[in-house]
């Protein structure tokens, strides 16, 4: 199983709506990554896990929160947001943090309104 | 910091040509050199990599070069096919967990 499974697929959610993105794989990868990506740019780091800690932070605002229950699952909890915060929002999992393969999930495509 | 630079933004080339998309970069940390391709409306996917020790890698039509010493690094796709056309996305990693991309290549083959 090389998947990386993001659900929901579109989310519409408005200013003052409270949503969560969630992420999962079972390719007992220990390093798990959100990235944001806006149309014809690259996917942009936002935050990274290690063994279930944050690691990496890259100065996200903190109405994007981060979540790592166990070592498959990752959330990102989305509060307030702004509609330029619409973008597609990739998930990854890799072996080695920073340094091996890194698979993406299809990406969770939000539009704030 | 972490910071990698990609030219050219885009790339026409014609069937069966090949496509040269090269990458520099400016941490001497970095030791991780992934290649990704994104098609439209799809999920970046790995088409290739290479690590710091090695300097160059081949997978069929796909080879990365890597010149520690200049700070570049490239990707050469060779007899290139219309099913090559998508963005391709460099990318840095190193120990300190980051993996960062560079701005992206629109390659577009014409048959």
């Known amino acids: 199983d090389t998947e990386v499974t993001q659900t929901p697929k579109h989310l519409v959610m408005g200013m003052t709506n409270k949503k969560s993105l969630k992420c999962e794989q079972h390719?007992?990868?220990?390093?798990m990554y959100w990235y944001k990506q806006k149309a014809k740019k690259p996917p942009e780091l936002m935050f990274v896990?290690?063994?279930?800690?944050?690691?990496i932070n890259e100065s996200v605002p903190s109405r994007f929160s981060p979540e790592c229950p166990n070592s498959s699952l990752l959330n990102l909890h989305l509060h307030a947001l702004q509609p330029e915060d619409s973008a597609l929002y990739l998930c990854?999992?890799?072996?080695?943090?920073?340094?091996?393969?890194?698979?993406f999930g299809q990406g969770t495509r939000l539009t704030v309104v | 910091g972490e910071n990698v630079e990609q030219h050219p933004s885009t790339l026409s080339v014609q069937e069966g040509d090949s496509a040269v998309i090269k990458c520099t970069y400016s941490?001497?940390?970095?030791?991780?050199f992934p290649w990704y391709k994104q098609e439209l409306g799809k999920r970046p996917q790995l088409i290739i990599d290479?690590?710091?020790?090695?300097g160059e890698k081949k997978d069929q039509r796909i080879a990365v070069t890597l010149n520690k010493t200049a700070k570049h690094f490239s990707l050469h796709i060779t007899e290139t096919q219309p099913e090559d056309s998508a963005v391709y996305f460099c990318?840095?990693?190193?120990?300190?967990?980051?993996?960062?991309f560079g701005q992206g290549t629109e390659l577009s083959v014409k048959p």
């Open positions: 990854a999992s890799s072996q080695d943090h920073g340094t091996g393969e890194a698979f």
């Open positions: 390719m007992g990868h220990r390093a």
């Open positions: 896990y290690s063994y279930e800690k944050l690691s």
């Open positions: 941490d001497s940390a970095s030791n991780y």
């Open positions: 290479i690590r710091s020790n090695v």
């Open positions: 990318a840095l990693g190193n120990q300190g967990g980051k993996l960062i």
